[in-house]
């Protein structure tokens, strides 16, 4: 169908969806999330492109919920959502007891993985899964709450049953 089409999505840079239809609809577009306050961006700030919105279809009324995409169609690059997220991440296995500087470093070397669906998804689901283990509940639950949103949804289910 020719006619179908994306919208611009506006996102604030902590990932909340301020509009999916920031284009049709941008009577509903704020300046600023009303969740966290944080700058909206409704283009990728590498390249420039409109992230995509929610996709319409003529005659079709859809309510699909629309998520927030980790990374740029058009260049590949992290969208500030993400990248936020994983240097978190980064930062909280810094902190994390228990484990040696080795498990640390193999730890946040497979972050970024976890947020791709790639073929090294699995590889960096089964390093993460071990480690995160020795470093106990309490890490697991902070790394799930930072990176249920960005990452794959086969990491999603798989790790974080969500
Ligand atoms: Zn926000
Ligand atoms: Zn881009």
């Known amino acids: 169908m020719s006619d179908s089409y994306y919208d611009v999505a506006q996102i604030c840079i902590n990932g909340h969806v301020i509009n999916s239809m920031a284009k049709d609809y941008p009577q509903s577009n704020q300046k600023y999330c009303s969740d966290c306050g944080e700058e909206t961006i409704t283009a990728c700030p590498s390249c420039g492109s409109n992230i995509r919105g929610h996709y319409h279809v003529p005659g079709v009324i859809s309510f699909s919920n629309f998520h927030a995409p980790s990374y740029c169609f058009n260049c590949g690059s992290p969208y500030p959502w993400t990248a936020i997220r994983l240097e978190a991440a980064a930062e909280l296995a810094d902190e994390l007891d228990g484990l040696t500087t080795d498990e640390k470093e193999k730890l946040k ?10 073929p090294k998804t699995v590889v960096a689901e089964t390093r993460f899964k071990k480690i995160i283990k020795k470093a106990g509940a309490d890490a697991y639950e902070g790394m799930k709450t930072i990176l249920v949103d960005v990452v794959s ?5 798989s790790m974080f049953g969500a």
Do not use: A, I, Q
């Open 109 to 118: 070397s497979s972050l970024p993985d976890l947020v791709k669906d790639g």
């Open 153 to 157: 949804e086969t990491v999603k289910k």
